[in-house]
Structures are given as C-alpha cells and as structure tokens.
C-alpha cells in the first residue's frame, strides 16, 4: 500500500530545522537544512507506520492540506 503525507519543515531559528506530519502524531524530525529534516522525516514517516502495524494501530488517512497565503503588512 501506498501512503502519501504533507511533512511541514520550519526553521528552529537556531539554524537547524525541524519537519513534522501533520496526520501522524509525534512523527517529527529534524536537520541542518529544510531539506535534511524533509529527508529525515521521510524516515520517519516509514518508522511511524511500520510501528502502527506492529501494534494494529490503524494507519490514518492523510487529512492535512496546504495553501500558500500571501498578504501586505
């Protein structure tokens, strides 16, 4: 089966950057780059869900969606 998840990246304001999953709960993790953590979190995402199946933890649907909102201050 195939899954498909929005992974959010925001930066720590430390330099580094973090990713999490909106749909998974506490599937997070975190880089040196916007890029890294997506990657990292990608792991993640697979570790989250192999987890779920061993449990019989149901794997949810993806429910979270994006827009790019842009206004003037």
Same mark, same amino acid.
């Given at each position: 089966?195939?899954?498909?998840?929005? =992974?959010? *990246? $925001?930066? !720590?304001? %430390?330099?580094?950057?973090?990713?999490?999953?909106?749909?998974?709960?506490?599937?997070?993790?975190?880089? =040196?780059? *916007? $890029?890294? !953590?997506? %990657?990292?979190?990608?792991?993640?995402?697979?570790?989250?869900?192999?987890?779920?199946?061993?449990?019989?933890?149901?794997?949810?649907?993806?429910?979270?969606?994006?827009?790019?909102?842009?206004?003037?201050?």
């Amino acid at each position: 089966m195939t899954y498909q998840y929005i =992974a959010v *990246a $925001e930066d !720590a304001r %430390d330099g580094s950057w973090s990713a999490y999953v909106p749909d998974l709960p506490g599937c997070t993790a975190g880089g =040196a780059t *916007a $890029e890294q !953590a997506l %990657d990292n979190v990608q792991v993640s995402i697979e570790l989250w869900i192999e987890e779920a199946k061993l449990q019989g933890i149901d794997i949810p649907p993806s429910r979270a969606s994006t827009r790019s909102i842009a206004f003037s201050a």
